[in-house]
């Protein structure tokens, strides 16, 4: 049993315990070496065999098909806002954006430099998904682009909209930073994703996309060449210096989670399950309070991330207060809202295990008893 606290951390969050172990063993001579992976060169023999098995074990544990490629690339994924437009909305020149929560807002608003950026659909206040059978789709759009876990908000996809289905021949794009890893991604319905590296696969600084090889020659002019895609593909990730040590890092969550059992399950379905398990413990104690509440419509929660406020008359920033400080002292780390809603927020990825959850459940509960 880990004697270290639990991080309940939105990103960069909490790694599995053994990958740090592992690279902390690591860090003056891998494998023999006599290098650090950080002083490797990124076209040596050494990180390529690296950054190869990185994608080989990602390309396995998601299934990813023969036809997409997989980029390891830098920016994060407020940079692929932008990095996506200029790829991709190179012919009509126009974007279909679903505004779920506080990224895809982002997203909107950063595509609207590159393109002609319709909303399609809009949830405010953000406590539920909008039907997608009431989408404005532009028949003409490059692309439609949608979050499929807003961090902030606490909302998640848990199906993705069949496009064709809603007559729209467009290609969807997917934000899926905050819940990549967490479970299976249906490929069938995507042209491109992408994601930072900071909440289920690694440090910061590494950003993957995932996309479709038919939609590799849509830049515009103005897409910086270490940005396009097309370019980016072709050279293998290593057209410019790739962010070396965040793509080791990820490859050994990549080893570990193929190595991970649960519930008799391995790999992506053990954490999928695993995950699952962790959200319906701490929702079911939410519901359950009197003190606490999460206010995202049940069909629409986030197993990822789970924002929780004090109920009505208790919610005041002494009790919030009060709230945090007790759980740093009960080594419960991280848990402040994001200061745009306030609050507290619980980000439970991959890494965090069920105990860690259990140990949140019972001081909400001792909270409560105290305070209520």
């Known amino acids: ?43 040596g023999a050494e990180f390529i065999s690296i950054a190869e098995a990185a994608e080989a074990d990602l390309r396995e544990l998601l299934q990813v098909p023969p036809e997409f490629h997989i980029l390891f690339m830098q920016g994060g994924g407020l940079a ?6 200029m790829n991709l909305a190179g012919r009509s020149g126009k974007v279909d954006v679903v505004v779920t929560g506080s990224w895809s807002k982002k997203s909107a608003a950063e595509a609207r430099r590159y393109a002609d950026v319709q909303l399609a659909a809009d949830s405010a206040p953000y406590l539920s998904l909008p039907d997608p059978a009431g989408w404005q789709l532009r028949a003409d759009a490059d692309y439609v682009h949608l979050c499929s876990n807003e961090t902030i908000d606490g909302v998640e996809f848990q199906q993705l909209p069949e496009l064709r289905q809603l007559g729209s021949r467009a290609p969807l794009v997917v934000d899926l930073s905050s819940h990549v890893l967490s479970r299976p991604v249906d490929w069938s319905r995507i042209g491109l994703a992408f994601g930072g590296a900071q909440k289920n696969i690694g440090p910061a600084g590494l950003t993957l996309v995932f996309v479709r090889e038919d939609l590799l020659n849509q830049a515009q002019a103005i897409c910086p060449t270490a940005f396009n895609y097309k370019t980016v593909a072709e050279a293998r990730s290593m057209y410019n210096t790739p962010p070396t040590y965040g793509i080791y890092i990820a490859g050994l969550v990549f080893q570990w989670l193929k190595r991970f059992g649960y519930a008799g399950k391995t790999g992506l379905a053990a954490i999928e399950q695993r995950n699952i398990d962790k959200a319906s413990l701490l929702y079911a104690a939410l519901d359950q309070s009197k003190l606490f ?51 507290m927020r619980a980000s439970i990825y991959n890494a965090m295990p ?9 001081y909400l509960k001792d909270f409560e008893a105290s305070h209520g």
Do not use: C
């Open 1 to 43: 049993m880990s004697t270290r606290p639990f991080n309940f951390s939105a990103g960069p969050a909490a790694l599995p315990e053994e990958v740090l172990q592992q690279a902390a063993a690591e860090m003056l001579d891998w494998q023999g070496s006599g290098m650090s992976v950080m002083e490797m060169s990124h076209r």
């Open 80 to 85: 692929e806002n932008a990095i996506v437009p």
């Open 293 to 343: 509440e999460n206010r995202v419509a049940a069909p629409a929660r986030s197993r990822m991330n789970v924002p929780f406020y004090l109920r009505g008359a208790y919610d005041t920033p002494q009790l919030n207060k009060a709230f945090l400080d007790g759980a740093r002292e009960h080594r419960l780390l991280q848990l402040k809202g994001h200061k745009s809603v306030g609050g």
């Open 354 to 362: 069920l105990e860690g959850v259990q140990a949140l459940v019972a």
